[in-house]
Nanobody
Framework: QVQVLESGGGSAQAGGSLRLSCAAT?????MAWFRQAPGKEREGVAS??????????DSAEGRFTVSTNSKDNAKSTLFLQMNSLKPEDTAMYYC????????????????????WGQGTQVTVSS
């Protein structure tokens, strides 16, 4: 069973920054960050696939940056640098992985991913 562990959540003021980290016990060709606020659906935030292509939700574009420290196509670590935080960014953030994926993957769809972490809470106050 693949283990996925997130870290780096916490509290920040609006306009501040946080950096999330994710480590998986198995390298994957697709990794992504999702978030879920109370009473809302889990939504994709940002993803990276084997060729380095990144995808962002509209709400994250220009403020968040997804990255990995692996130069290999298969990756086991993932980061999310979150700047210019807003109160509406408050949510539980989850890292998700999928061992193999092709170009047809919907990178911000939660249905595409097999393995999930337990989440890390991000709270942004105004």
């Amino acid at each position: 069973q693949v283990q996925v562990l997130e870290s780096g959540g916490g509290s920040a003021q609006a306009g501040g920054s946080l950096r999330l980290s994710c480590a998986a016990t198995q390298s994957s060709y697709c990794m992504a960050w999702f978030r879920q606020a109370p009473g809302k659906e889990r939504e994709g935030v940002a993803s990276i696939i084997s060729d380095g292509t990144t995808t962002y939700a509209d709400s994250a574009e220009g403020r968040f940056t997804v990255s990995t420290n692996s130069k290999d196509n298969a990756k086991s670590t993932l980061f999310l640098q979150m700047n210019s935080l807003k109160p509406e960014d408050t949510a539980m953030y989850y890292c998700a992985t999928r061992r193999f994926c092709g170009s047809a993957i919907r990178p911000l769809s939660k249905d595409e991913y097999n393995f999930w972490g337990q989440g890390t809470q991000v709270t942004v106050s105004s």
